[in-house]
């Protein structure tokens, strides 16, 4: 894996173009400056596109047979990966970052938080890096095979066929996600915007993960995408925490770091895989509260556990992982929706310093 | 309604600000032309937030009693939409557009086309129009309702009570949508990209709306986010062709003008309905082929004579409605998906001048 250097578009150019810059730069800062927080954003590109999907033949794609002038068996789309992307003027040499989200969530992870403060995909692309945010495969605007849910409509299949439809609610998001011991009492340092709790349950959808073929068409679709970028970093939250190491494991070629946030690290892996995981960067991150919330505390405290086994396998084979548990950075009371937290710039901010110094090796 | 005028942020300001624009626009004008196709998009503001939503208590967030962790019975946000903005540097008093998505589809509709090529989201943000593109309540990132397939799953309900999941496979969308009379033959004048069909096919996506309630919450979210914007142009396409006038008849205040693409016209309303709608300009668009594909010609014809008698309808009441027939305005081959076909962006001028003549009336 090469070392990525940062260079910028901005100073290249003939003395003239330099000079023009210097006074346009004078006048007009805000409108320039990529890495400010409240200024003009300049995007090089922007866009959208599927990676992976497969052809499959369906006998009911509408539920009601001869339904709405639609021939029922037809030839549909299945497991492809949506993914939005935005490419900053004067990236340079700076990696991509591939920001994927978790259980029951989409790519609205990444933007806006709840509050309506700055999310992760902007203040990244600010800080002169290209994101790339899918939604999995199955989830939001990837879909997902709704074949099966039809089948036991039209009583082809039993009802135990229906896929384990995986969503939460308010109580539970509450507890899992360490906003506090049980809604709605919080933590008294609590980085999570509980204010905003109603509009952060809009962000909660169905998980329909069950309904994807073994193994999750996800990994596959995510070391293709990185493989596309020639080079990227590969960041999975929660459900998803480990899907960048599954990438990886699937095909390493363009994975040129590796984040997991609050996921759930394999801790049984061969000596071969290890190896391979072992070339490449890897940043683990776990919040505040691991222990703090009775119904969960074991559940936590196990993951985080078995990150650090991982971590520790990692680097004893030659490899560079780093824990990341924010409490040994001086950042206090975040929850699991980190990246959405009131100190949510200062977690990534973390993330970048770590990119510079581990991946594009300043 | 108040009249919509364009003022442009960029000429403002005292006149050293002027000149060093004007050395700045000589020296750098690919990064300021905002209206370029090719240069760099400068956003004043991007981001995402919900509109609407209510709090539903479910037994049957997970679909396995005690599973995982989490109680089974909480409390879900439902019905909310998921909307995603972009805001140009100098859009000024430029009307802000909003652009729903059609069935079984989703936002993905107005991005990047399947073949590549820039979608009328950017184009508008390019031409100085704010723009919001939602997913439809119930669809994609705006999440949907699945408690009905939980309980089935739990057997608390019977498979009839499951919701009928509409969707299509690359078949019935290639006569539906006017491809060609059936897969894989294309008409000769054909705008739509069909070498990228299988791309497409990846952007179809199961439709919910059966398990919204009545009426359809996205009538009353798309006038909620009108009203929040100070005035936009409500755009709907196919399926939901005429939301944007069932939002006016949620609530008209924030509506400044109505566009329906490829949609059926309600021709039963009442003179009060009427009258309300009379008072927005509006204008509805139509592609080519409507009677050349066997299967649904019938289908086509009955629409567009429908949207026809509307327009005349709003006219007799004293309102300003346009018929856009694209064969009629010298754009031939355009298929239900004009979004999307290789004349996209000179269907999006005509659309422009429409907004500039009818709304804004410069």
Redesign the interface.
């Known amino acids: 894996m090469k070392a990525f250097h940062r260079s910028s578009d901005a100073v290249r150019g003939p003395n ?2 330099r000079a ?2 210097a ?2 730069l ?3 800062a805000p ?2 400056a990529a890495d400010s927080l409240t200024g ?11 990676v992976g ?1 497969v ?1 499959e033949h ?1 006998d009911a ?4 047979p001869g ?5 029922n068996p ?4 299945v497991n ?1 990966m ?1 993914v ?1 992307y935005q490419i900053p ?1 004067g990236a340079g040499r700076h990696v991509p970052v591939v920001l994927l989200h978790g259980c029951c969530l ?3 992870t990444w ?2 938080t709840p509050d ?1 403060r ?2 992760w995909g ?1 203040y990244f692309v600010r800080k002169h890096h290209a994101v790339y945010i899918p ?1 999995q495969s199955s989830r ?5 095979d ?1 074949t099966t ?2 089948e ?2 039209l ?1 082809t299949q039993p ?2 066929a ?11 998001a509450w507890q ?1 996600f360490r906003f506090g011991p049980a809604y709605p009492a919080v933590f008294s340092d609590e980085q999570f915007p509980v204010e905003a709790i ?2 952060f ?6 998980d329909l993960n069950s309904t994807l073929p073994t193994p999750n068409p996800t990994y596959a679709n995510l070391a293709a995408l990185a493989v596309k970028l020639n080079g990227a970093i590969l960041v999975g939250h929660s459900e998803s925490g480990f899907f960048p190491e599954e990438a990886a494991l699937t095909n390493p070629a363009g994975v040129a770091g590796l984040i997991s946030i609050e996921g759930v690290c394999t801790t049984n892996l061969s000596a071969e895989q290890i190896a391979t995981l072992a070339k490449i960067p890897t940043l683990v991150i776990y919040g505040d509260h691991l222990g703090d919330v009775p ?2 505390s074991g ?1 936590w405290l196990g993951f985080f556990q078995g990150c650090q086994q991982y971590v520790e396998q990692i680097n004893a084979a030659g490899g560079d992982a780093t824990m990341l548990h924010l409490p040994d950075a001086a950042l206090f009371g975040n929850s699991h929706m980190l990246m959405q937290d009131k100190n949510n710039l200062q977690v990534a901010d973390l993330i970048l310093k770590w990119i510079n110094q581990h991946v594009e090796r300043e």
């Open positions: 003239f173009y023009a810059l006074v346009a004078a006048a007009m409108a320039l003009p954003l300049v995007l090089k590109a922007q866009g959208s596109f599927f999907g052809t369906t794609t509408t539920g009601t339904g709405f002038l639609f021939p037809d030839d549909i789309q492809q949506y939005q003027e989409s790519g609205k933007e806006t309506g700055m999310g902007e939604d939001a605007r990837s879909g997902f709704a849910i039809n036991v409509r009583g009802p135990s229906l896929p384990n439809i995986f969503t939460f609610g308010r109580n539970g899992l109603d509009e349950g809009k962000q909660v959808i169905p119904s969960v559940f």
